[in-house]
């Protein structure tokens, strides 16, 4: 069945550093993959999302590819604030169903010292 | 525009009692979604409505949960009777259906924490 891995945290950070979360994905045919975070005392909001091969979604500095090939979408970002400090959590949902039922992963905290 | 509303925002019970947790979607979509989330767990689909019909109800853990969707702006899960391993924080989240190939995302409300005594 479709799944979703995500590296475990939590990733502690100093501001303005590089930042890296790994996520790689198992699912039949071409699924569309999401990044979605979660702010401390909030639901999920959508951060970006990629809907084909090699398309790079992006948004508020964070970037993620997704890759085929290595069945991956790593979210990425240049210079960490502390406002990123959230859960961050890597998902997929299958093109063929006409519902948006979406599989994620088991989230990755981020925090950012100031 | 308004997006998908919880509430109440917080709940504290004594266990064997009854709870609702109530839901709005945002307007025009077609799938709601409830979820739980526990530290233990992660994220739990517990069921899932199209066009106010429950299409999968797999996720929910036990007989004592329930869901029921009335009309298209209305939702409630209830849980009865209530016990402390329900502790969670409960989501709402509605979307729109996928259309020309095109995945929609899920919308999420702010949630329920919900403790049970």
């Known amino acids: 069945g479709n799944s979703v891995t995500q590296m475990e945290g939590p990733v502690t950070l100093s501001e303005e550093a590089f930042l890296t979360i790994n996520c790689t994905y198992t699912?039949?045919?071409?699924?569309?993959l999401f990044w979605y975070v979660q702010y401390p005392g909030e639901g999920l909001q959508l951060l970006l999302k990629?809907?084909?091969?090699?398309d790079k979604g992006s948004n508020k500095g964070f970037e993620a590819t997704y890759r085929k090939e290595t069945t991956s979408f790593h979210l990425e970002k240049g210079s960490v604030q502390v406002s990123d400090s959230a859960v961050y959590f890597c998902a997929l949902s299958d093109s063929y169903s006409s519902a948006s039922k979406i599989i994620f992963g088991s989230g990755t905290r981020l925090s950012i010292r100031p | 525009d308004a997006g998908v509303i919880q509430s109440p925002r917080h709940e504290v019970t004594e266990m064997g009692q009854e709870v609702t947790l109530r839901c709005k979607p945002i307007s025009g979509h077609d799938y709601l979604f409830w979820y739980r989330q526990t530290m233990m767990r992660g994220l739990e689909l517990l069921i899932y409505?199209?066009?106010?019909?429950?299409?999968?109800d797999s996720g929910m853990p036990e007989d004592r949960f329930s869901a029921k969707m009335p009309n298209a702006s209305f939702s409630t899960l209830k849980i009865q009777p209530s016990e402390p391993r329900d502790s969670a924080v409960y989501f709402c989240?509605?979307?729109?259906?996928?259309?020309?190939?095109?995945?929609?995302?899920?919308?999420f409300g702010d949630g329920t924490r919900l403790s049970i005594l």
């Open positions: 990629a809907t084909k091969a090699d």
């Open positions: 409505f199209n066009n106010n019909v429950p299409i999968d």
């Open positions: 989240a509605s979307s729109l259906a996928n259309r020309g190939g095109s995945n929609q995302p899920q919308h």
């Open positions: 699912a039949t045919g071409y699924p569309s």
